[in-house]
């Protein structure tokens, strides 16, 4: 943390205070910084590290942004082709299970998940895939339809027939640390469907 000058905390806190009262928009604090009403501590590349006051959620309070070195946005890809036939949420057979991110969720504990895939029937085969996501970790969620996408397809086809699924999250209440995010896929135990071009997107949000 970088340290200009070090100021007395009833010194800083009085200029913090006169400073929010008098609606001032940005003002600079040592190794911080104020603005819209907000106190906001910056590491040595001015990267908010916290911050005490207006949060971005609209309410009063503190706010811790993730350690140093920990991603708060991540995103992974493979756009190898896999199968899946059984009803259960799990890996493709194929190719590597995923894909997975590692993503730090901040102490708000939200964190925003968007999983795509494309999902494909093949020639005269019926079909029905879902995609979904599981997350382990810091926080442990099992992959569920309701926060999934279907693809269905109820009649023969005497073609090549795929659609993009896309799956989106945004959860609340997870603990702060690093989590992992995993795609997940299920048929419906009688039809075996193929994925690809499957891509995983976390952020952790303010």
Not at 126 to 133: E, I, L, M, P
Not at 139 to 149: F, S
Not at 171 to 198: C, D, H, I
């Amino acid at each position: 943390m970088r340290v200009e000058h070090r100021p007395t905390y009833d010194k800083l806190m009085n200029d913090v205070v006169t400073r929010l009262e008098n609606g001032d928009r940005i003002a600079k604090i040592g190794g911080s910084s104020i603005k819209n009403g907000a106190l906001t501590i910056l590491d040595d590349d001015d990267n908010p590290r916290v911050i005490l006051g207006l949060l971005p959620s609209g309410e009063y309070g503190i706010l811790w942004n993730a350690p140093l070195g920990q991603p708060t946005i991540a995103e992974a890809q493979d756009y190898a082709s896999g199968t899946r036939t059984s009803a259960a949420y799990g890996d493709l057979t194929g190719p590597a299970a995923g894909p997975s991110v590692d993503c730090y969720v901040r102490e708000s504990g939200k964190l925003l998940v968007v999983g795509v895939a494309t999902c494909a029937a093949v020639l005269t085969a019926t079909a029905y895939g879902q995609v979904s996501f599981e997350l382990s970790g810091a926080n442990t969620l099992a992959a569920t339809d309701d926060r999934g996408a279907v693809f269905q397809l109820s009649v023969a086809v005497a073609s090549y027939v795929d659609t993009s699924l896309i799956t989106i999250g945004v959860l609340s209440g997870l603990n702060p640390g690093v989590t992992t995010a995993k795609m997940m896929y299920r048929g419906n135990g009688s039809w075996t469907n193929s994925f690809y071009a499957r891509r995983m997107t976390a952020m952790s949000v303010l």
